[in-house]
T-cell receptor, first 114, second 115 residues
Framework: NAGVTQTPKFQVLKTGQSMTLQCAQDMNHNSMYWYRQDPGMGLRLIYYSASEGTTDKGEVPNGYNVSRLNKREFSLRLESAAPSQTSVYFC?????????????FGSGTRLTVV | AQSVTQLDSQVPVFEEAPVELRCNYSSSVSVYLFWYVQYPNQGLQLLLKYLSGSTLVKGINGFEAEFNKSQTSFHLRKPSVHISDTAEYFCAVSEIRGGNEKLTFGTGTRLTIIP
């Protein structure tokens, strides 16, 4: 009963390096989301995928790219990391049919860019 | 566009005392409302939600919330808190537009229980 799995849990990058955050869900959910959490700012939506094969920008997409690889997996890529991208990143999934089930969250990736 | 306001960034409460965490939202259409809890170094867990029907909803761990449409509020309450309730609490809103369901979160309220 894994739910939403994120890897890695922790990562330290140097400015300019690239990396991909992985997310997979096993609940057959249609929609997947990437949020970042910063102190005093709550959770802000980076990108989302309403269904397999589609992706859309959220509130803070600059500096990120995403790939909905299949129904289970939704990855987030930082092409050239910057210190401003130091944050905790959460992946979430939902039925996505407007039925009010809410989201299931992963346990997060704590990213530090130095 | 929908938005959520949690006016209290931090709330200290003595153990066994009651607590209310405030949440106000704005939206031009009907909404679903949620409260999530985040324990230290963990992800977010659903505490309770309002979809329709009774305006008083009960969740896990003895929490409840009341939907007030006229005041566009969805305040979270617990009559007697415990040390284990120490966590950050997020209110969230989802506009009902059929098909797509995007949650907008408030900035969170950190609840600290004082022994």
């Amino acid at each position: 009963n894994a739910g939403v799995t994120q890897t890695p849990k922790f990562q330290v990058l140097k400015t300019g390096q690239s990396m991909t955050l992985q997310c997979a869900q096993d609940m057959n959910h249609n929609s997947m989301y990437w949020y970042r959490q910063d102190p005093g700012m709550g959770l802000r939506l980076i990108y989302y995928s309403a269904s397999e094969g589609t992706t859309d920008k959220g509130e803070v997409p600059n500096g990120y790219n995403v790939s909905r690889l299949n129904k289970r997996e939704f990855s987030l890529r930082l092409e050239s990391a910057a210190p401003s991208q130091t944050s905790v990143y959460f992946c979430a999934s939902s039925e996505g049919r407007g039925l009010g089930y809410g989201y299931t969250f992963g346990s997060g990736t704590r990213l530090t860019v130095v | 566009a929908q938005s959520v306001t949690q006016l209290d960034s931090q709330v200290p409460v003595f153990e066994e005392a009651p607590v209310e965490l405030r949440c106000n939202y704005s939206s031009s259409v009907s909404v679903y409302l949620f409260w999530y809890v985040q324990y230290p170094n963990q992800g977010l867990q659903l505490l309770l939600k309002y979809l329709s029907g009774s305006t008083l909803v009960k969740g896990i761990n003895g929490f409840e919330a009341e939907f007030n449409k006229s005041q566009t509020s969805f305040h979270l309450r617990k009559p007697s808190v415990h040390i284990s309730d120490t966590a950050e609490y997020f209110c969230a809103v989802s506009e009902i537009r059929g098909g797509n369901e995007k949650l907008t979160f408030g900035t969170g309220t950190r609840l600290t229980i004082i022994p």
